[in-house]
């Protein structure tokens, strides 16, 4: 995927009170950045970007009418949802790949990259938020992400997972609605819950402001295909719809 911004705001105009994120869009890498030291393979892979993430949040944004705000640029040259302050923000090693350009990086090279890539993103999904609230919205903050169906050596069963910290207005809703689906495995709080004290998008965009948000992962072998993303995101749309915590 060749880098072109870093970010890109589908859907701008959408009507409904829903900002769409999506941190991990991308596995573009930056013509200054170079190939990182890491081989095109692992580019491909999910340490590089939430496989199937983009297309999804895409889907989410039609089919609810609403805004998504994607970031532009590979997790691997900076990481979206994470601290300034927190190492991995710019790893040097991902799922036992180690990426030589992130090594001994300066104060100085970091704050490049936070200016160049981490602040544009996030002053764009900020703009969008914003503009909804000076409209007088309270609009709900949707961050899609999508997730390994293996990780050190334990398969993960699934499909769907929906990632909270105690503020559950929206999510605990949405999880009932999603055990409704035949067959569907649903995840609460696995693998991953909300932490604020490590993410970042969720408590900067949301907590921050009081508003209701959803966090959802889906698995990605089963959304790496355009039938499986379009699928899966209908199936949680639906589950966002009847759940009732979206405003008339």
């Known amino acids: 995927m060749n880098w072109t911004a870093p970010f890109d705001v589908f859907n701008p105009e959408g009507k409904t009170a829903i900002v769409i994120v999506c941190d991990h869009a991308s596995n573009a890498l930056p013509g200054e950045v170079g190939c990182l030291g890491v081989a095109e393979g692992d580019m491909q892979r999910h340490i590089a970007w939430d496989i199937g993430a983009a297309p999804i949040a895409r ?51 970091r704050q490049k990259r936070i200016d160049a890539y981490f602040n544009p993103y996030h002053a764009a999904c900020r703009q969008v938020i914003t503009s909804r609230c000076r409209k007088g919205e309270r609009p709900l903050f949707l961050s899609v992400h999508s997730m390994t169906d293996h990780m050190d050596g334990t398969h993960r069963p699934w499909e769907i997972s929906l990632s909270s910290n105690e503020d559950r207005r929206a999510t605990a809703p949405v999880l009932a609605a999603l055990s409704e689906v035949p067959g569907l495995v649903v995840g609460d709080n696995q693998p991953y ?56």
């Open 59 to 109: 889907h989410l944004a039609r089919i609810f009418d609403a805004p998504a705000v994607l970031s532009g640029t590979s997790r691997l040259v900076i990481d979206c949802n994470r601290k300034l302050h927190d190492p991995s923000l710019i790893p040097s090693m991902s799922d036992g790949i180690i990426i030589p350009a992130n090594e001994g990086l300066s104060p100085g090279q």
């Open 193 to 248: 819950d909300m932490d604020p004290t490590q993410d970042y998008s969720t408590p900067e965009h949301a907590l921050s402001r009081g508003l209701d948000y959803l966090q959802v992962e889906f698995r990605q072998d089963l959304v790496a295909e355009a039938k499986g993303q379009e699928r899966y995101a209908h199936i949680f749309a639906e589950a966002v719809k009847r759940s009732g915590i979206l405003t008339p």
